[in-house]
């Protein structure tokens, strides 16, 4: 049965390039992204993982640990991580899981047979603090992921686990933000003491309100 949004996230126990790792207890009161890799040694995976370790830091802002996973073993990981570091002039700074039995890549449907039977696709999951899962995007083996898009998920996802808003297309931090239509007019001021504006009954918007 595939994992859906609102779903407690899996947890496993394996094996990886910091040590063994108990996923819950990694995640701890952390946010998480988990996401998946084809294989070692690939190209679009090697500028992946070198793009991540780059914006490690804007994860760890953002209380999000990053972990992630290929089928192939742990001496490969570690041997991959060295052409990793040296060709995109950073330092791999987060585990990758050794997946070699499948057993994580099974837990959370990453092999898709129609497109691979042996690899997994590019999957990304961000789990909140709850544990629960609250984004899933899969892509194929042959398009790269965009961090930068996922770090805008993560504070879209964050600001409206806090407050009654969602974010419009396109929205980057620091924009304007959609007001619940549950909320009523006359509880916005209360709610929403920066203004808002009101474009249609259904569409009202308020700058953010954790800036």
Known sequence: ?????????????????????????YLGDSWGILFSHPADYTPVCTTELGAAAKLKDEFDKRNVKMLALSVDGLESHKSWINDINETQHTTVNFPIIADEDRKVSGLYDMIHPNSNEN??????????????????ITYPASTGRNFDELLRVIDSLQLTANYSVATPANWKHGEDVVIAPAIKNEDIPAKFPKGHKEIK??????????L
């Open 201 to 210: 009954p259904y569409l009202r918007t308020t700058p953010q309100p954790n």
């Open 1 to 25: 049965m595939s994992l859906r949004l609102g779903d407690t996230a899996p947890n496993f126990t394996a094996d990886s390039t910091a040590g063994k790792i108990n996923f819950h207890e």
């Open 119 to 136: 690899f997994t696709v590019r999957s990304v999951f961000i789990i909140g603090n709850d544990k629960k899962i609250k984004l899933i």
